[in-house]
């Protein structure tokens, strides 16, 4: 039986069920699980097999309190004709690259891959549990966890869903899909300030105690839809090792070797998910952590310090904007050796100092990881330069990290395959793409969204068309102080 511990420390162990519907640990650390399981089946016997059937095997190894019909359940609601591609994340050669495309579901972002299940081990774990509460989901967004939150959860019994996104910084696009959202129970608000204040910001609330309590007696408890929560992270792991199937299947490798995997990386839980598919024994040569101009993980990859002093930008990869990746914490876990108070004295010194440097054995652990990063000039040239080529569309963050991965190649030698996350459909970022081609200008970014589909003949994904002929349901923006007060109204 698998149990899930905080990385901070605290003693007390969590099932799967209890760290989903927590979200957040107590002293405010994430939930990972006491140990990684292995594989569940050799992956060459798994050749052919349908995404659901290997995304069910990778949860239940690590959601041993599931029982098998209730993972079948999940899986079956998740991933179903929602997703525009049959096999729901399609693994394309292009050029000399694999790249997993993970944006087919509903919001045309990767984080639908998660969220489309989350809502599901979500309400499994209240009835294993006895729940009894409304379960009300805060979420800090950088423009698409949101939306797929919003998406997942609006109409789902016994669940509210708030969701906070930075009104400058997403797109176009990102915004509408958000202020233009059904559903009885859901609440959007922008907030003047940046996805770090919005996560921050949200942290706060969970560990205040108080207003946790009050929150309580009017039967209400909160959760999180973030990738700090394990429910999040674990379904992320299956397309990995999906992908390594995938390429036994297109003869790329036989069962046994190495591949490595690039991640564009804001938060750090995608390429978290690639590690633990690595943990469980998908053969990994490297991990490469790709960034944008705000390259802190680029800096804390290559030196052992992490240090959030320093200027925030606002690129054209929105999803990517961040500061502060949660995530990291998990890693630092694992490689310290489960030390409990060291990752808390980090993340203190975090909060105090807005830096920490890691210790030695951390920092030697990170050798399976290289890291690069690409500015918005470089970005939009990768997306021409694939275009022009290999007349293949990519979004700005697949961009990214196509262009880091291309700099560590040629730096490296490396000529491991290579599989490249695809986290978005270009359209959701079509004003910047339309750009990188050169494109003339157009009046909003609906209009180019719709002038990219007449020039690639890609189709537009259905959930981003005629979004602005949608109603704006939400249009509140509240100040980067006014986090509770706004959770407190909208639950009271
Ligand atoms: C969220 C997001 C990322 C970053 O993923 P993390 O798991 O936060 O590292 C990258 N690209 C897109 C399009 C995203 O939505």
Known sequence: ???????????????????????????????????????????????????????????????????????????DGAYDSKFEAEDIAPLIKVGDVHILELYHGKTAAFKDMALSILPYLLTTAMKKEKE?????????????????????????????????????????????????QEGANTHVF???????????????????????????????????????????????????????????????????????????????????????????????????????????????????????????HITNSPSMDILISSNLERLLYHLCGGDGSEISGLMESLE??????????????????????????ETLFAIASMYNDHNYLMDTHTAVAYKVYEDY?????????????????AYKFAASVADALGMPSEANGFAYVRALNAKTGVPVPSGLKDLDKKEIRHSDVIKKDDLMKAVDETLS
Do not use: W
Request: with cysteine; net charge positive; aromatic share 10%.
């Open 1 to 75: 039986m698998i149990k899930y511990t905080s990385t901070r420390g605290s003693k007390s162990k969590k099932t799967a069920a209890q760290a989903v519907i927590k979200g957040i640990a107590e002293d405010k650390g994430l939930y990972v699980p006491d140990n990684i399981p292995a594989l569940p089946f050799n992956p060459a016997d798994m050749v052919g097999k349908p995404y659901k059937e290997i995304a069910k095997a990778i949860i239940a190894s690590f959601f041993t309190d599931y029982t098998d019909a209730e993972l079948q359940a999940c899986v």
């Open 132 to 180: 009894d509460k409304k379960i009300a989901i805060l979420t800090a967004t950088s423009g698409d966890t949101g939306k797929a939150a919003l998406e997942g959860f609006s109409d789902v019994n016994g669940t509210e869903i708030i969701v906070f996104y930075p009104s400058i910084g997403v797109s176009e696009v990102q915004k509408r899909q958000m202020t233009t």
């Open 190 to 312: 922008g907030i003047e300030g940046n996805f770090d204040d919005a996560q921050t910001g949200v942290k706060k609330i969970f560990s205040d105690e108080a207003f946790n309590e009050k929150l309580n007696s009017r039967g209400i408890r909160l959760s999180s839809a973030n990738s700090i929560n394990i429910g999040r992270l674990i379904p992320q792991v299956a397309y990995y090792v999906y992908a390594y199937i995938k390429l036994i299947e297109h003869d790329i490798i036989k069962n046994g070797d190495k591949i490595n995997i690039t991640v564009p990386t804001g938060n750090f839980g995608n390429i978290l998910a690639a590690y633990y598919a690595g943990k469980m024994g998908v053969p990994v040569n490297k991990f490469i952590c790709a960034s944008n101009k705000n390259k802190v993980l680029t800096d804390f990859i290559n030196t052992g310090t992490y240090d959030t002093k320093r200027e925030f």
């Open 352 to 377: 105090k100092n807005k830096n920490y440097t890691v210790s030695d054995t951390v920092k030697t652990g990170m050798n399976d990881f290289a890291a690069g990063f690409a500015n918005e000039q």
């Open 409 to 425: 190649r040629k730096e490296t030698g490396d000529k491991t395959p290579t599989v490249i996350a695809s986290t978005a459909s």
